[in-house]
């Protein structure tokens, strides 16, 4: 491979922020954090795997958790960072996780005894950071804005002094500092926020070290592309033919998408762009590739024996969150390793009119690379990590087969592999942007109820009243939408306007959602609203109560809209349920009129039989 590659060989400790974000800490616009890199040259050391014609199962068994030490996994819906698009970065992957976020430390370990993670969170009362211990099985936390040590845990009793002294180093992953033995970690650092807008992310474990800190470059691929002698017809073992092709490029197996799945996020995020780290790239003219961003319900789990494969069926435009394309150039083929950047677009059916767009990602998905066999392509291949770790998230990396377009096929790499289980992750990563919406918890649950008469939200601190609710944020109310939990409009009792909270001209980083509730109607006991606040990456759910909430029914029967009568307007409210595909739990003795558990045309029939006899 003719780059070289700078990568760090550390990163520095700064400190994290408690998610219980203090008044005088509001100004989160001004946080900023410092890190220093520490670079060191480094080459890519390319392992060129035995050459195949397709996919093989694999004989070898999962790999087990040990059982003679403690054992975790990373939090589900986080991601590594670890390079930017220009190939710079650090020696091992850190964790990447989102401010204000709960995120949970999955406990794997196989040993008896009682847990104890030693974990560190900012105090914002002293601004120091604690060191604290939890003994339940999981470690569950939510970090604040900044940096933090990934958690140490141990198995066995011990006192809160024993791991409070621990720190993680940030080239091995390894703990230090602590005279306990049987103490793990999980290999690689964890940042919280990202200070580094450049920096790129993936699904998958992708470093230039393995997890235990070992400065061993983890990529493959697999060489030996058809020459330009080459012909099928002739007989299969005739030696001068070379039929081996590569699995993830171009090649005479038809093996022609490279793919990347990504687990449900802890909380959205903003997709910007893709990246493909390319390697023996030649082309005879500039040609274009194409990625596209499917939505999945979930990752397929891994299968020790056989293949995975996702439905070719759930590939369809109804599915399709963005379209990106890149062009090859012929520049490139003296480096021969681009990193291509994929710019995503929409298209609108109605003008056949393409937008660039940075689509918000809040369920499982899966990338696919398209193109890779055209004809002004001589060489092409993906690379793909030789991590083994299976991080209970599913199959992550997969090739596929598309004719003209339409994918017919795509299977997991998790069983193409006869020499031991490959969990393998591939050379695709996102550059995504993790904006966030949080409250003020100081004094703020997320649920507020309003007297009988109505009025103002209001908190009264004491020191002084907060009309409204306090919200921390990345985006100013310009960003902000405001709906309903199904995305409909706000009730009509509520009105809300939102604020930026502005000192000496400039925004703080404080939005105030200014909340007025009207006069509980006569012969109401109460009624509930749960409501969005949503920006572009991200949203917060509010719950606003007025007197019990809703838990009677004190309307005749067939009053769906609660208006105290009963018209066309609890027809339509029925008809509306059921097309969102509401049950009779979610309107219980409201809109099952007819008391049969369920919400369907017979209540619209009750409800018009009720009207004509009225």
Known sequence: MKKSLLFAAALSLVVSANAQVARNHANVAKTQAVATEQMKNAKIEHRVGTHATGPVKSSSVKKAVPTNQPYYLRPKGTMYSNWNSEGRGFIMPFVFTKPYDEVTWRNMSQVGGTPSWGYKIRNNETGATDSLISNERDLTV???????????LMMGTVGPYELSGYSVNRTTGAIENTAISGVASVPQAHEVYSKFSDMLSSSHYYGSSDRFGNSKYGWTYYSGAPGPDYNPDL????PAQDQSGYWFGKNYGDWNVFGVGFEKPVSPYVLNHIYFWATNVSVKENVDLEARVYR???LPAYIDTAAVRINPEVLTEENLIATGRTTITTDMNEDGSPILKFDLFETDPTYNIEYEINPMIDDAIVIVILGMDQDAIESISGLITNDTEDEGVGEVTYIGHQEEGVITVLGGLNNFFTSGELKAGS????EVTRPFITFNYSFETGEYTFPNEGGQLAYDLGSQVIEGIEF??????ADWSVDNEDGDDVPEWLDITLEDQVEEGKWTGVVIAHVTAEPLPA???GRTAVVRFMINGAYKYYTFIQGDGGTVD???EGDVTG???VDVEDVNAVINIILKGKTAEDYPGIADVTGDGKIDVEDVNAIINIILKV
């Open 563 to 565: 208006d105290n009568k």
């Open 523 to 525: 012969g109401m006991t």
């Open 235 to 238: 007989a299969s073992d005739d």
């Open 296 to 298: 999945l319900s979930d």
């Open 427 to 430: 050379s695709i990563f996102v």
């Open 554 to 556: 004190p309307f005749p």
């Open 142 to 152: 939510t970090y604040g804005y900044e940096y933090e040590d990934v958690p140490a």
């Open 472 to 477: 921390y944020s990345t985006s100013p109310e």
